[in-house]
C-alpha cells in the first residue's frame, strides 16, 4: 500500500520539535526552538490554513500536553504556561481558539515533560532538578512536589483514571506513584529498566505512556525494544522488538490500545500491532524524529524532526486488508476506572456542553472519542447495539446521572488570580489590589494599591511567608498561607520543617492605632481554605471545618464548625456570606460534575443567622465570584456569566436569588470574543474587568474598570417594552434592598426621606412609560395592572391623563375607580389627609407590590362645577402623539385631577351621564346616602356651551423636585388643601370614617370657585 504522508511542514526553527494532538483530534500543536506554540488544523480541507501563534516563551520549547479544554506548554527555561482551549466564534462550530490563560509553573530547570490529569484538575510537570511537581489547575497552586529520582526526571504520564502516575528518569528508573491518597507515594520501583540517556540532551530524552484502557505501559528499552508493563503485577507482559535499530525515544497509543507507534534516532516510525506482538508498518525519514503522535479520533499520525518539520501521516492503518481501525475502543475493562472526573467550566463552556451530551457508558478519559466514532464501535462492544434509526430496538442504557462520593471541594478566594508570569493578584476589589510578586526562594514582594488615594495610601512590604489568598477592606487586609504550599513551593523545599503551621495575619489601616496588625498561627493539619474581612472583623474558614471570627484588633471572639464543603466566603460591614457546595451533588459516569451550592449569611460576630437555603447556578456551571454590592447586598456570578441578587435576605423565610444580568448575553449582543472578570456590583452597574477573546483573568498593570449596565433578562427584551421592564424591576429591586436593609440595621433610608421620594417618583416614571405604551397599543388590561402596581396619587393622576388623551375612555373610568380606592385612607373624617397617612406617604412606609397595599375605604374623584363657558387655559394641549406622556403627565399643572375626556363629551357622555354612573356601578357609592339634593357629579363639571380646548401646560417642572417641594410644604393660603388633622374626640372614640359626609365636602374642597386660573389649579395639590 502507498504510504500517504504530507510534504514536510516546517513549523519552527531547526531544533526539537514537540507535537500534540488535541482530544478531539481536530487540530495538532507543536512547540520548537524557536520558542513558538503553533496550532494547526488537522483534516486535510483545513491544513493549508494559517496556524495559530502563541508567543508566550521565551525559551526552546520543549513540552506539550493538550486536554479538552487546555494547552500546557514547557520550555528550556523552566517556564510552563497554560492556555485554554475554545470555539473561535459562536457561529463556526470548528473554528478553534487559544488564549493564554497565565502561568502554570516557574522552575529553575528546563520542563522535560507534561502530563494532565484525566479530570483536568492536575498537571505534572517533569524538570531537570530530580523532582516532579504537581500543580492544581483550579487555581495554580503547587500541591507536591514527587522525590526519589537520582536524576533528571524526562518523563511523567498519569494513567486514564488518574489513579497512578508513571515517571521516569535519565538514570533509567521508572517509579509508579499511587495519587489516590491526600499523599501521593511511591509504590513501585523498575531500576534500569529503561535506557540510560544523557541529562540535558533533548533528542535522547525518552518518554514512557500508558495505554489508553490503562492496562499497560510502554517503557523504551536500552536494547532498542519496548517493554510493556502490565498494571495488575507490575512484571513485563510482552516485548516488542526487531525493528529499531537505534535509541526510541517516544511511544504514542491508538486510542483504541490496539497499536502503539514508535520513533527512533535511526529516523524510522514504527507501528506495532500490539494483539499480534509485531511491526505491520513503517517509515523511514531522512532526519532524526523527535516525536510521534495518534490522531485520537482518526487513522492519521503526526511525527516532527530535528529540521522542525512536521509531518501527517493519513490512512495509517490499512483497514481495508483487515487490519482494525486504530479508532476503536475496547469498553470491558472501561468500568475499572475512576468515576472522578470534573470538567470545569472554568477552562473551557464550550467543551462543557460538548460533553454534557455525551454517552455515560464511557469512563475513561476519552470517553468523547469513542461515542463520536460512531460505528467503528461496535466491533469491540458485542452485546451493544446502536439504534440510529429510532426503532427502539436497543437495550436500555443506564441513567446518565449517579450520585457517587464527592471529592474534596475545590475553594476559591473572590478577586484572585493564578500566577501570570512572576505576579499574582490576590486581591481585587473596589477599594483596591493586592499583588504578589515572586523575588527568590526567601520571599516575595505585596503591594497594596487604593483607589481613593486620599484614604489610604499604597505601600508595599516584603512577605517572606508568601502569602497565597488575601481578602481587603477599608479596614484592614488578612493574609493567609498554608504548610503544604510553603513545604511544596520549589523555592523552599527541603527548608521546610515538618511541623511547619499555616499563618493567618492581618494588616489594618487604623491611622489612630498604633500597632493594630495581628499574626496567629494554626494548629498542625489546620489549613485555610478561604478567608474575609470587613470593617466589623475578620474570618477565616478552615480545612478541618472551623469557622474562626476575630476582630479588627485580633480578639478572638468566635469559633464553630461548618460542614466541610466551603467553597468561598466574604465579608461586608457586619455580614458574612460562606458559599458551600451542597450535599448529594450528582455526578455522570463520564466524570462531569453537576454542582448545586448553598449559602449561608450570617453576622460577623457569628451569634445570628441573617437567612440560609439554595445557591443556584445555570446549569454546567460553577460559582466564580460571590461580593456584596456597593449598597451591601449579597451578589454571585456564575461561570455561564449570570449575575445573580439575595433579595429579602433580610426577612429569611422570603430570601430568593434574583438574576439581574447576564453578561454572556451582552457579549454575544456585541459581537466581540470578549469575556468579563467580577470585581463588584453596585445598585445599577456590574463593575468589571473585559478580557479580550478567552483570557479570563487581568492582565498587569492593573487595567481599567468597565461598568455594564444591570440588565434583568426578561423576555421580549429586545423590544421597548421589554427594555422599560427591566428598567422597572431593577428599580423596584433597587428600593425593596434599600428599604429592608434599612429595616434590619434601624437606620434610615439612604440619603433620607428626599431620596426615597426620588427614587419612588422615578419608578412611577418607568410605570407611566409603560402605561403609555399599553394604551397606544390598546392593551388596556396590562395598562390597568401597571396602574395597581403606581405608589404615589400624583403619579396615579398622570395615568388617568394619559388614557384620556390616548382616547382609553373605559381606562380611564376604571383608573379613577381604582384611585379612590387606593388612596381614600389617606382622607379623614372632614375630607382632609390625615396626619398619619401623610407622613406614611411622605416616609415611604408603603409596599411597591401591589397585591400588599394598604386596605382603603371607598371615596370619589371630585371636582368642584365650574361656570358654563369658563375655559381652563391652565389645562395642556397634549395633542403631540410623540411626546412622553407618561413624564409629561406628571411633570404638567400640579393639580392632580384630570380634565373632562372630551372624547366623552363629544360623543354625549355629558356630566349627567357621570353623574350615572355611580348608579351603574362605576363609582363607589358612599354608605349613607349624601346630604345634598343634588345628583353627585364625580368630575364637578358642569357641561360646556362649547368644546373644550385642551392647550398645552406653560411649562414642565422636575417631577423629583416636585415631589420632595410638595411633601416639604405646608399650606400657605386658605384655597390650599390645609394640613391633615383628626378630631380628638373621635380619633379617641374611635368613630370610624364618614362616607357620606366625605362625599359631601369633597366638591368644596376640590377647586375655587368663581373660574380658578392655571396657576390656581396648581396650588390646589
Not at 406617604?841 to 371607598?858: F, I, K, M, Y
Request: aromatic share 6%; proline share 5%; with cysteine.
Amino acid at each position: 500500500m502507498t504510504q500517504s504522508i504530507t510534504a514536510p511542514r516546517y513549523a519552527h526553527a531547526e531544533g526539537y520539535t514537540a507535537l500534540a494532538f488535541g482530544k478531539n483530534g481536530q487540530f495538532v500543536c507543536t512547540g520548537g526552538s524557536d520558542s513558538l506554540v503553533r496550532v494547526f488544523y488537522a483534516s486535510k480541507s483545513e491544513r493549508d490554513q494559517e496556524a495559530i501563534t502563541l508567543e508566550q516563551h521565551s525559551d526552546n520549547v520543549l513540552s506539550l500536553a493538550v486536554s479538552r479544554g487546555k494547552v500546557i506548554s514547557g520550555d528550556e527555561e523552566g517556564m510552563v504556561f497554560g492556555f485554554d482551549l475554545g470555539q473561535s466564534s459562536a457561529t463556526e462550530s470548528d473554528g478553534v481558539s487559544v488564549e493564554p490563560s497565565g502561568t502554570v509553573l516557574r522552575s529553575t530547570l528546563p520542563a522535560r515533560d507534561i502530563s494532565i490529569s484525566s479530570n483536568e484538575r492536575q498537571v505534572a510537570i517533569a524538570t531537570d532538578d530530580e523532582s516532579i511537581r504537581v500543580v492544581s489547575l483550579l487555581d495554580m497552586a503547587l500541591l507536591h512536589t514527587l522525590v526519589g529520582h537520582r536524576g533528571s526526571v524526562n518523563s511523567v504520564a498519569y494513567s486514564p483514571d488518574s489513579t497512578y502516575l508513571a515517571s521516569s528518569g535519565c538514570d533509567g528508573t521508572v517509579r509508579i506513584w499511587d495519587m489516590r491518597e491526600g499523599d501521593p507515594a511511591c509504590v513501585q520501583i523498575m531500576p534500569k529498566i529503561a535506557y540510560v540517556c544523557e541529562p540535558g540532551n533533548s533528542m535522547e530524552q525518552y518518554k514512557v505512556r500508558w495505554s489508553p484502557d490503562g492496562r499497560i505501559l510502554a517503557i523504551p528499552c536500552a536494547d532498542h525494544s519496548i517493554k510493556l508493563i502490565e498494571r495488575n503485577n507490575w512484571g513485563v507482559s510482552a516485548l516488542l522488538a526487531g525493528r529499531h535499530t537505534n535509541t526510541i525515544c517516544h511511544l504514542a497509543w491508538s486510542s483504541n490500545s490496539k497499536y502503539l507507534a514508535s520513533a527512533s534516532l535511526d529516523c524510522q516510525v514504527v507501528v506495532w500491532d500490539v494483539i499480534a506482538r509485531k511491526a505491520i508498518l513503517s517509515h523511514a525519514n531522512v532526519n532524526d524524529l523527535c516525536q510521534v503522535e495518534w490522531n485520537p479520533r482518526g487513522n492519521m499520525l503526526a511525527f516532527s524532526d530535528c529540521t522542525g518539520a512536521m509531518y501527517i501521516w493519513d490512512d495509517v492503518i490499512p483497514v481495508e486488508q483487515g487490519h482494525a481501525a486504530p479508532f476503536e475502543r475496547a469498553l470491558a475493562d472501561a468500568g475499572s476506572l475512576s468515576k472522578d472526573k470534573l470538567m470545569s467550566d472554568l477552562f473551557d463552556d464550550t467543551a462543557t456542553a460538548n460533553r454534557a451530551s455525551e454517552d455515560g457508558m464511557a469512563e475513561d478519559e476519552d470517553e468523547g472519542d469513542l461515542l463520536d466514532a460512531g460505528d467503528a464501535t461496535a466491533d469491540a462492544m458485542d452485546d451493544f447495539v446502536v439504534d440510529d434509526d429510532g426503532a427502539g430496538y436497543a437495550e436500555r442504557q443506564a441513567p446518565r446521572w449517579t450520585a457517587v462520593a464527592a471529592s474534596e471541594v475545590q475553594c476559591f478566594q473572590p478577586g484572585s488570580t493564578p500566577w501570570i508570569g512572576s505576579r499574582r493578584y490576590l486581591a481585587f476589589t473596589m477599594v483596591g489590589s493586592v499583588v504578589s510578586i515572586a523575588q527568590d526562594e526567601s520571599h516575595n514582594t505585596i503591594e497594596i494599591e487604593f483607589y481613593d488615594k486620599s484614604v489610604h495610601r499604597d505601600f508595599h512590604f516584603s512577605d517572606s511567608f508568601k502569602f497565597s489568598m488575601a481578602a481587603l477592606s477599608e479596614s484592614g487586609c488578612l493574609f493567609a498561607t498554608t504548610s503544604r504550599e510553603l513545604a511544596n513551593d520549589q523555592s523552599l523545599r527541603g527548608a521546610a520543617d515538618a511541623d511547619e503551621v499555616s499563618v493567618v495575619s492581618y494588616k489594618g489601616f487604623a491611622s489612630w492605632s498604633a500597632n493594630s496588625d495581628w499574626t496567629f498561627k494554626l494548629p498542625l493539619k489546620e489549613n485555610p481554605r478561604c478567608i474575609a474581612t470587613s470593617s466589623h472583623g475578620a474570618a477565616v474558614i478552615t480545612s478541618l471545618g472551623n469557622l474562626r471570627l476575630f476582630t479588627c484588633g485580633g480578639a478572638q471572639r468566635h469559633i464553630e464548625t461548618l460542614p466541610n464543603r466551603v467553597v468561598t466566603c466574604v465579608a461586608r460591614d457586619d455580614m458574612l456570606l460562606i458559599i458551600l457546595e451542597a450535599l448529594g451533588t450528582i455526578r455522570s459516569s463520564g466524570g462531569m460534575k453537576q454542582l448545586e451550592y448553598e449559602y449561608v449569611l450570617m453576622s460577623m460576630d457569628g451569634q445570628s443567622r441573617l437567612a440560609a437555603g439554595s445557591c443556584p447556578v445555570t446549569p454546567a456551571s460553577e460559582i466564580v465570584w460571590t461580593g456584596f454590592s456597593e449598597e451591601g447586598h449579597p451578589a454571585a456570578c456564575d461561570s455561564k456569566g449570570m449575575l445573580r441578587v439575595l433579595h429579602k435576605y433580610w426577612a429569611p423565610s422570603h430570601a430568593g436569588w434574583v438574576p439581574v444580568l447576564d453578561s454572556r448575553k451582552l457579549s454575544r449582543d456585541r459581537g466581540k470574543r470578549e469575556g468579563f472578570w467580577p470585581v463588584a456590583i453596585s445598585a445599577k452597574q456590574f463593575i468589571v474587568v473585559t478580557c479580550q477573546g478567552k483570557s479570563k483573568y487581568p492582565p498587569f498593570p492593573k487595567p481599567i474598570l468597565d461598568e455594564l449596565d444591570i440588565d434583568v433578562p426578561l423576555l421580549n427584551a429586545d423590544t421597548q417594552v421589554g427594555q422599560q421592564e427591566a428598567k422597572y424591576l431593577a428599580s423596584r429591586l433597587f428600593i425593596e434592598q434599600q428599604r429592608g436593609e434599612a429595616e434590619r440595621t434601624g437606620s434610615e433610608y439612604p440619603g433620607g426621606v428626599s431620596m426615597l421620594a426620588r427614587d419612588e417618583l422615578e419608578q412611577d416614571k418607568l410605570l407611566l412609560r409603560l402605561i403609555q405604551l399599553a394604551c397606544k397599543s390598546d392593551k388596556t388590561q396590562r395598562a390597568m395592572d401597571l396602574a395597581m402596581m403606581i405608589g404615589l396619587e400624583k403619579s396615579f393622576d398622570a395615568a388617568v391623563k394619559i388614557a384620556v388623551f390616548l382616547k382609553q375612555s373605559s381606562l380611564a373610568e376604571r383608573l379613577m375607580r381604582l384611585r379612590e380606592t387606593k388612596f381614600a385612607s389617606e382622607l379623614d373624617d372632614d375630607g382632609d389627609f390625615s396626619d398619619e397617612s401623610h407622613s406614611e406617604a411622605v416616609s415611604g412606609q408603603r409596599d411597591v407590590l401591589p397585591n400588599t397595599r394598604r386596605p382603603a375605604a371607598a371615596a370619589t374623584y371630585g371636582r368642584e362645577r365650574r361656570p358654563a363657558g369658563d375655559d381652563d387655559d391652565g389645562d395642556v394641549d397634549l395633542s403631540d402623539g410623540d411626546s412622553d406622556l407618561g413624564v409629561e403627565a406628571l411633570e404638567l399643572g400640579k393639580s392632580t385631577r384630570p380634565p373632562l375626556p372630551e372624547a366623552l363629551m363629544r360623543s354625549g357622555a355629558n356630566t349627567g351621564a357621570f353623574a350615572d354612573s355611580a348608579s351603574r356601578g362605576l363609582v363607589s357609592r358612599p354608605a349613607q346616602p349624601p346630604t345634598t339634593s343634588k345628583p353627585f357629579n364625580p368630575f364637578g363639571v358642569a357641561t360646556p356651551s362649547k368644546s373644550m380646548e385642551i392647550k398645552r401646560s406653560d411649562s414642565f417642572f422636575n417631577a423629583a423636585d416636585m415631589h420632595s417641594d410638595e411633601s416639604a410644604a405646608g399650606p400657605s393660603t386658605p384655597s390650599k388643601r390645609q394640613q391633615p388633622s383628626l378630631d380628638d374626640d373621635d380619633a379617641a372614640a374611635g368613630v370610624p370614617r364618614k362616607l357620606a359626609k366625605k362625599a359631601t365636602k369633597l366638591t368644596a374642597f376640590a377647586f375655587n370657585k368663581g373660574g380658578s386660573s392655571a396657576n390656581d389649579m396648581a396650588d390646589d395639590d
